[in-house]
């Protein structure tokens, strides 16, 4: 079924108790039991709860998963994913990992016994020699945030089973209406719902999907345990935004697509990143694993000396703010926003310039859009 499809039909989202054609928001922590011990399918809602449910089958749908588990954001979904470890055991992350996930593993698992390093995930010969004895998970982004670096799926997934490790992909960026990780190998997905799943910038949301049995019951007896379950109410938020899932992602796509096109004739930007272009080393992977598009975020560096707070301050479209995937145009300046607790020199070297911009390209018009990038650089 086409993704434009599964977004209104996949999951059971009609309420299987009243045909009600929008899933009802059961706002509810507990359910009455018609026989003692009789395995009732709903209990307790850190459990189960239907409204939840009805999200988590949707996600697995459209990941491709048998599975799929819905988490208060996508930091306790990332969590959860990690906790399938044990002390003792070893993670392979990407060097430009989102840096929340980076805290997580660096402040709160590496004190639990749970070591780890840091590779380029593009450099697969490097991937392949960090391995160590006790190396049980890749954890990595693509595109990664903000240079929007790509990694191989496919290669990384033959790489981690040779090792008797799993892949875990967060595909927030990408998502599955332009990546399918499962497909191409990967052991978990994750998300962070925050940002194109949930779409309107209004309700923090997380999700895991997988498609093997054994991690399946793994995470779900992690969501249970630990506990950091998505509410009913945003459940049924999430679900109201998948239905315009596929028309938002098809509009971030072609705008980002006209913006990029736009930018590259301007001579006061120096450098962009973008997947989807042609011309850029890793345009290969990209079209080997990205179908339906290249997803909405570009990053920029303007020419050294460009007034980049003056820039980013005078723009009337684009909203100067952290986060991305919502349907607002927004732009952020890493250096001083997102990646500011960086010390400056591995910033540096990593290729995060004072004058680079992130831009989350909304859904408005691309003609719009691309006039307020204008009328800012004229002011330079
Ligand atoms: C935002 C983000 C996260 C964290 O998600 P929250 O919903 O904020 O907890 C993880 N990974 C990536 C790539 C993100 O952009």
Redesign the pocket.
């Known amino acids: 079924m086409n993704i434009r499809t599964q977004v209104i039909h996949g999951g059971h989202q009609v309420d299987p108790q009243t045909g009600a054609v929008n899933m009802p928001i059961y706002q509810t922590t507990t359910f009455k039991q018609t026989e003692l011990g009789g395995g009732a399918k709903w209990e307790y809602t850190r459990s189960e709860n239907p409204t939840r449910a009805s999200l988590e089958e949707l996600i697995a749908s459209l990941e491709h998963g048998t599975a799929g588990f819905a988490f208060s954001?996508?930091?306790?979904a990332?969590h959860a994913v990690m906790s399938t470890l044990s002390a003792g055991d070893h993670i392979l992350l990407a060097d430009d990992v989102?840096g929340?996930?980076f805290r997580l593993v660096n402040s709160i698992l590496a004190r639990l016994g749970i070591t780890y390093d840091q590779v380029d995930m593009a450099d697969l010969p490097a991937v392949t020699s960090a391995f160590t004895a006790n190396t049980k998970m890749i954890f990595l982004?693509t595109p990664t945030?903000p240079l929007l670096k790509l990694a191989d799926i496919q290669a990384l997934s033959l790489i981690a089973h040779n090792h008797q490790a799993t892949l875990a992909v967060?595909n927030?960026?990408a998502t599955p209406y332009n990546q399918v990780p499962l497909d191409l190998g990967a052991d978990f997905v994750v998300h962070?719902?925050?940002?194109y799943i949930g779409g309107h910038s209004d309700v923090?949301?997380?999700f895991v999907v997988t498609n093997d049995d054994r991690h399946s019951a793994e995470i779900k007896h992690l969501q249970m345990s630990i506990g950091a379950t998505l509410g009913a109410s945003d459940s049924y938020l999430v679900l109201r935004s998948l239905k315009t899932f596929a028309l938002r992602m098809r509009a971030h796509n072609d705008n980002a697509q006209a913006l990029f096109n736009w930018l590259q004739t301007q001579s006061q930007v120096a450098k962009i990143y973008y997947p989807g272009d042609a011309s850029s080393a890793q345009y290969a992977i990209a079209q080997k694993q990205m179908h339906g598009g290249f997803g909405g975020m570009i990053s920029v560096e303007l020419q050294a000396g460009l007034d980049v707070k003056k820039f980013v301050e005078s723009l009337k479209i684009f909203t100067l703010a952290e986060?991305?995937g919502g349907v607002e145009s927004l732009v952020e300046v890493p250096a001083v926003m997102t990646h500011a607790s960086i010390p400056a020199d591995i910033r540096h070297e990593h290729g995060i310039t004072d004058e680079l911009i992130r831009i989350s390209v909304g859904i408005e018009d691309s003609q719009d859009l691309i006039a307020d990038f204008q009328q800012g650089l004229a002011q330079l």
Do not use: A, P, V
């Open positions: 954001s996508g930091m306790s990332i989102y929340g996930t982004e945030n967060d927030t960026f962070s719902g925050t940002k923090l949301s997380g986060s991305l």
